[in-house]
């Protein structure tokens, strides 16, 4: 890595890039990081500290401009995701009177939304592979597999992947185990032929652990069992039919 | 005052206009700023500008002391006036740092008995000086409080009671412990002067009869803004007492009952012909919207930033509000909200979107640099932004910045630090170098993603019209911050946390700091020495390090640093030392 032939008064180890757990080289990254009120995630949290100095004679604001991105490409990935964790303070710089309006208002909100059950709202992630973010639902707000699908369909409609193949899935005709939609789903063709394409299929992680297949159980039962929702590749998601019907068995007898 | 541009004015022969016409005509001067102008051309323009002088307006209650103020302005009927250092906000300053305005009423009660108006942010203000300030004082008119704390309701209380003539009580944003909400009972039954009442951001439920009947009595006002507790059943029985209002700021607009209720909204807000500005509405939905449709005719100023509201249902709206010129939303409304935005309101200078959910890092929520960019198609009279957001390129900044070159207040907050342009990887350095290239009328600037010292060589060079400039997580070494402070002729208020600015760019501004208002570095890598240094050289500043505990005995954790004639602090609490 080129700097230049003037260092003056840095050392290498100034200009040198760094990837660190906080206190590490006697700096005082650390200490700031403890001051700033990291929470327990602290031990996780990389501390990345690019230290370059435009002040090097001999070196034109383009080259500087390369060896940065050099060593951005190097970090950017990584940065964004262990930065993730930890909660700064003060920051993002939102009055306080904002921060508490707002999480009365979800609250409330969220009990006006309550229908059927009338206790607090049943938030899940939901991740669709090879988009770029998560997005969150309460399913409490939906009566059944459709409406949910129709709502994910809405919420990843933005990507190039169409998911209509989830309608089809959902397209059980009771929802539930017994008699019709059990008919549907355990139809082993059918099935097949979504796991190999390339379509997506949606899944869950319940209670337990485990991931599921969705559409399995009756919709009230899927809502108090889900934990999270990830929407994969048709190919991913062969390994977990077996399990899904197993589950189901044992939970009919 | 320079002493020696005064000895030079005063050696040439000057008006000889009488100094009570030169009075009268001073009287008509508003503007602090050109007030000051006027006091500095000679020794009786000085006198004249002093004694005409109604109202003052002190920017950081430590740079001066009451007495020097008093002794200098013997006519004051208004004040306004700032304490604590802006990063307070976000929990940055410790309590009990200071900027209490006891020692102020003191003075005002002795000197300015006919004191009429106070309006204060971030000060402290217990419930004693609301009791004092509201006896002190018999024409008292007006109070705001905005970002105040150490108070409670129990000092609304005591200024609902005894201020007879009081026109205006504005209390925002504030850290105050709310008892209950019978301070506004306390208005006597008599009382009917009020032309401004805001609590909107009081949580107690008021008595909603004695507000009602206020409202009826005081049949001058204006401004009314309530708390979310007033339902949207009660708004019509305040909006059909209030005629004359132009400023609306509602409770909960949750509709709980059916249809019925609905109509008599319908007419409330069909009669509301002059209002300008319009808030509040938390809890709002689809359905209840529509009410608001009759009265956005004229609406100029529209904060929807507690209402959770989606791009259709904003859509929607903005059709019925054609002369909107500021705008504040919540990211809910997404890309195709600002879409609508940008489609509806041509007139639009100023435009802030909140976030909802600022800590929530893994849900994707919010607007991204292409709402920014519909905005900057249709709106391009924009001249003041706040954008929180998670995800900006510098391509996008270019654009908006070329389709809108008047921008005075840029404000970007990128939520997620060090954060670089998501689809080049790129630092944010473009971005913001395009911002005060384009932008000439530059005068307030927050950067944030991830930037290395390029930004502020730009800044330095271009923002020549910059005068306060907000930083966090940003730079890569000294240099950055020597760029700022050699370029920025302007420059009043800078502040910093978490960057990689140390002593060498600190001692760099010596020559600066008097020129400017405040410093404020924390989370930097300033020493006490460096401190220590800069207070020896520059003995008219107050140079300030807030100690904070368990921290590294030769580290400058916080350091504020402010021009002041008021000397040292006499007040300071332990963990703030004065070099």
Sequence with gaps: ?253 | MDPERKKVVEHVAVSTFPDEVLERVLVQLKSHKDRSSVSLVCHSWYDAERFSRTHVFIANCYSVTPEIVSRRFPNIRSVSLKGKPRFSDFNLVPPNWGANIRSWLVMFAAKYPFLEELRLKRMTVTDESLEFLALSFPNFKALSLLSCDGFSTDGLAAIATHCKNLAELDIQENDLNDKSGSWLSCFPENFSSLEVLNFANLSNDVNFEALERLVSRCKSLKVLKVNRNITLEQLPRLLIRAPLLTELGTGSFLQEHPACQYSELENAFNKCMNLNTLSGLSEVTALSLPALYPACANLTFMNLSCAALQSGELAKLLVHCPCLRRLWVLDTVEDKGLEAVGSNCPLLEELRVFPTDPFDEDTFHGVTESGFIAVSYGCRRLSYVLYFCRQMTNAAVATIVQNCPDFTHFRLCIMNPWQPDYQTNEPMDEAFCAVVKSCTKLQRLAVSGLLTDLTFEYIGKYAKNLETLSVAFAGSSDWGMQCVLGGCPKLRKLEIRDCPFGNAALLSGLDKYESMRSLWMSDCKVTMNGCRVLAKEMPRLNVEVIKVDGSNESQADKVYVYRSVAGPRTDAPPFVLTL
């Design chain 1, 1 to 253: 890595m080129e700097i230049g032939s003037e260092k003056e008064k840095m050392g290498f180890e100034e200009t040198e890039l760094r990837l660190g757990l906080p206190g590490n080289g006697g700096s005082t990254e650390g200490e700031v990081a403890r001051k700033r009120g990291f929470s327990e995630t602290e031990a996780t949290t990389m501390d990345l500290k690019l230290k370059l100095s435009s002040k090097d004679a001999g070196m034109d604001l383009n080259e500087k401009a390369k060896t940065l991105k050099k060593e951005k490409n190097l970090l950017t990935a990584d940065t964004a995701k262990h930065h993730a964790k930890a909660q700064v303070v003060g920051w993002p710089p939102v009055r306080s009177f904002r921060k508490n309006m707002l999480a009365v208002q979800k609250g409330s909100s969220e009990e006006s939304d309550n229908k059927a059950s009338g206790n607090i709202a049943a938030f899940v992630k939901v991740s669709m592979d090879g988009a770029p973010y998560l997005r969150k639902v309460d399913l409490k707000t939906y009566q059944s597999y459709k409406e949910l699908s129709v709502a994910l369909g809405k919420m990843f409609s933005s990507f190039t992947i169409v998911p209509n193949n989830l309608i089809w899935f959902f397209n059980i005709e009771t929802g539930n185990c017994g008699s019709q939609g059990m008919k549907d789903f355990m139809n082993e063709s059918k099935l097949m032929d979504v796991l190999n394409s390339s379509d997506y299929v949606p899944t869950y992680e319940d209670k337990v652990g485990d991931w599921m297949l969705v559409g399995d159980v009756p919709w009230e039962m899927f809502v108090d069992s889900c934990n999270r929702l990830r929407i994969m590749k048709g190919k991913e998601a062969i390994g977990l039919a077996p399990r899904a019907m197993e589950k189901c068995m044992r939970n009919r007898s």
